[in-house]
């Protein structure tokens, strides 16, 4: 391996172990949600996959640090398959449209922009040029750099850390793509809070009942659906959680209740015990989309693929949004029903 080829092993594998080290912190922790976000094929959006995906990219750092020849080959080429992935991925996202914030380095979260699809080129170009001139890891290579080659090393070094530095910079500074949910009609601003006009439906997906990828609108396909927004780490959640099973007897079936949230199904319930109803999984996407700024919230979705009422913001929004919808139906009933 030459001089330049150890220095880009070496930059990949920093590369990686940072990516991968900081996902596996609590607060950058890789999500089904954020796979949804970014178009993942449905077979890898599992929790499995979330938790053995830092794990690979912490090996494939080691790898490329300190493999023998013939393993290096294989981590090379692996390197090459996940940054040509990546770089697909993100592609698709832009071309799409959407705003969508990565969790590429953890917490580190940020917008998928240009730059970020010119940084994975690089990273790929990079990982191509070892997999060509592997022969062993960037750190014994380096141990065995003649004097003459470390000038080689050090440029090529400083030139691949600073690019990718400023698109990284970049990254985070420019302007995220423009959302494509439609407004609710020509000229007019988007609905914040309970009682607005009808609008149409964020174009999502989320994962119902944290399994099957479905539009958000199909949902309420067959009745009206009061979604709540709830997550493990908000505090004003544990007020709404324990209400929903309430508002669903409340409710008598004319309008089904259901929590929407980005926490696996055991978070969720270890933090909210009371919680009693359908959970779906899809909440960044439809905060994002709607423009909700955290939780608890909540949409009243209607059949016709509209948001009928919301979004509700905070616990206090989401129990009048209930209370409208409870007072709205016993309205509606027949007056020998009351």
Known sequence: MTAVAAALALTLAAVLLVSGTLKLLPSGRLTVDDLVDLGVPAPLRRSWFTAAFPALELLLGLALLLAPAPLLTV???????LMLAFTVVV?????????????????????????TAARNVLLFLAAAAVAVTADRGALPTLLALHRDDWTAFFATTTAVLAATA????????????????????????WPARAGSAPWPAPDVEVLAHGSTLTPLAELARTEPLLLVLLSADCHACEQVAPQLSGWRERFGGAVEVAALSSDDAARLADAHPLLDA????????VMTAAGIPGYPAALLLATDGTVAAGPAIGSTE????AAAVAEALAGAAPAGSR
């Open 75 to 81: 981590a090379a080429a692996v390197a090459v398959l």
């Open 166 to 189: 400023l698109l990284v910079v970049a990254g985070r500074r420019a302007p995220a793509a423009p959302t494509t949910v439609p407004a609710p009609a020509a000229g007019a601003p």
């Open 91 to 115: 592609l698709r996202v832009l071309l799409r449209g959407r705003r969508v914030d990565c969790a590429c380095f953890g917490m580190l979260r940020s917008p998928l922009t240009p730059a």
């Open 278 to 285: 359908p959970v779906h999984r899809g909440a960044r996407a």
């Open 318 to 321: 989401v129990e009048s949004l």
